[in-house]
């Protein structure tokens, strides 16, 4: 492959990856710079956010609640969403001139692994805009890749998980805390159990669509509101009898399932409590499905590492510390990688796989029959 189609690519060279990451909160792109060595982890060299304008990201949510249909307003935000991202990657390119190649994730506007028989997902952020306006090529559609393999396109993180955390002497999970949650268990290397990984439930959706409804503002900041408020346990047990959390390994979900009307529903069910007991409420919906997750499908962890925006929820944290009384339970930096650019650089670990031919192995995460080189090309 490198030989063919990117020749200027050598093995014997470190490669340098750009990978893309636009979340389920859509607050803002992701952009993380990668070096790639043989025989040695790989190492983010720079990393950084850049906030969507609040109209775009308003329209991001919109156009990917369960409601919307309209493929003309989607296939318009695809390529606003592609000269986006292209023209942040043309402005991050200017102070780094090394760099190889670019893995975009995109933005997912619809993720259906069970609605229509078969599993759909579509990511937007169209990659020929990038390529074009970065002058990188650019590997992209990951989860399609993943679906074309037999599995549901989700959740992918913990393929990158597997490859950086798993040791031969502790049981770990990995909380990856997004718009989802998803969650990875690592048994120790040579241990019977077989790693296993899903989305658990809600992530940050809920709470800051619900900050958003109830107080005006993005998201609970350290999850301050969340911690004045007053759980109704009723509502959160009620809600973890739904069939979703009760579902066998693999699974995956999104917005679809958990977006304004999970919300409107909640609002209605809490009604005459006080706000802050509502953001309570929902923040404890995502302790509880995540600690359940790990309870029923990962009983001998050992350590618990959070990533992700809902790494820096302090109410998510204090939480699972009081659950999981005796276990570490810390932030991906005791591991040496930043929380908020670990999924940034799952997209340019997949694009160095793909690159370097070489299959990755999703059969526990996703439920893909077979390994599979992951991505497509998108030349400049």
Known sequence: MQAKILPHLSRHRPIYIIGLNSGTSADGLDVALVRFSSHKMPEILECRTYGYPDSLRERIIALGEAEFR??????????????????????FIKKNKLIDLIGSHGQTIRHLPRGYGKPLTLQIGDAAQIARLSGLTVVS????????????????????????????????????IGGIANVTLLPPIGSSREPQAGDSGPG???????????????????????????????????TLATPYFNLRLPKSTGRELFGQSFLANAISELRGRPPEDIIATLSEITVASIAYFILRFGPKINEIYLCGGGAKNRYFASRLKEIFKGNIVATTDALGYDPDYLEALLWAYLAYCFVSESS?????????????????????
Request: with cysteine.
């Open 204 to 238: 940050n959706m809920t709470v800051d669509l619900a900050m958003k409804k109830l107080f005006g503002i993005k998201y609970d900041a350290s999850g301050r509101t969340a911690r004045k408020g007053n759980v109704d346990t009723a509502f959160v047990s009620k």
């Open 360 to 380: 990755v192995n999703a059969r526990y995460f996703t439920g893909a029959v077979k390994p599979y080189i992951p991505g497509k090309l998108c030349l400049p």
């Open 70 to 91: 309209d493929g003309i307003a989607w296939l318009a935000l695809d390529r606003e969403l592609g000269v986006t991202m292209g023209r942040i990657v043309k402005r």
């Open 141 to 176: 559609d990951f989860r399609r890749t993943d679906i074309a393999s037999g599995g549901e396109g989700a959740p992918m993180s913990p393929i990158l998980h597997e490859a950086l955390f798993r040791t031969e002497v502790k049981g770990r999970a990995i909380v990856n």
